[in-house]
């Protein structure tokens, strides 16, 4: 299934109510990052509606759903140079509670998880440089 380099890295985008809009029309302009970005929040989001999920810090315990505990943002890690894959790759899609998605060691918590999943691949937050 893994057909990645393993040492590419990835890139940390955080999906807000305000990014959102931003990434829709980006994916409507055809870039290929927002439309994997958007396929994954709404994947996740519907398995949200099928059953509750803990939020993506691994030191945060609440569980997340789609009525009365909505996630205020998502996390989502996609490779890189999109552009240049072909066929499958690895992707941390999670939705994240009012309070981890303010967190400012937010990046951090990804980061760690990503290691757990990729421990080769470097992460790079790219919610600083991006709308
Ligand atoms: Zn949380």
């Known amino acids: 299934m893994l057909q990645h380099d393993d040492r590419e890295p990835y890139e940390f985008i955080l999906i807000t109510p305000q990014s959102y809009c931003v990434a829709v029309s980006a994916a409507q302009r055809g870039y290929e990052d927002a439309r994997v970005t958007l396929y994954l929040v709404h994947q996740t989001y519907s398995a949200l509606k099928k059953e509750s999920a803990e939020c993506l810090c691994s030191d945060c315990k609440?569980?997340?759903?789609?009525?009365?505990?909505?996630?205020?943002?998502?996390?989502?890690?996609?490779?890189?140079?999109?552009?240049?894959?072909?066929?499958?790759?690895?992707?941390?899609?999670?939705?994240?509670?009012?309070?981890?998605?303010?967190?400012?060691?937010?990046?951090?918590?990804?980061?760690?998880?990503?290691?757990?999943?990729?421990?080769?691949?470097?992460?790079?937050?790219?919610?600083?440089?991006?709308?």
């Open 62 to 131: 609440t569980l997340l759903d789609t009525k009365l505990n909505q996630p205020s943002a998502f996390a989502i890690c996609i490779p890189m140079f999109l552009a240049s894959k072909s066929g499958f790759f690895d992707t941390l899609a999670s939705g994240l509670c009012d309070r981890c998605s303010q967190r400012s060691d937010l990046f951090e918590c990804v980061a760690e998880l990503m290691h757990e999943a990729l421990p080769k691949v470097t992460l790079v937050d790219s919610n600083m440089t991006k709308q």
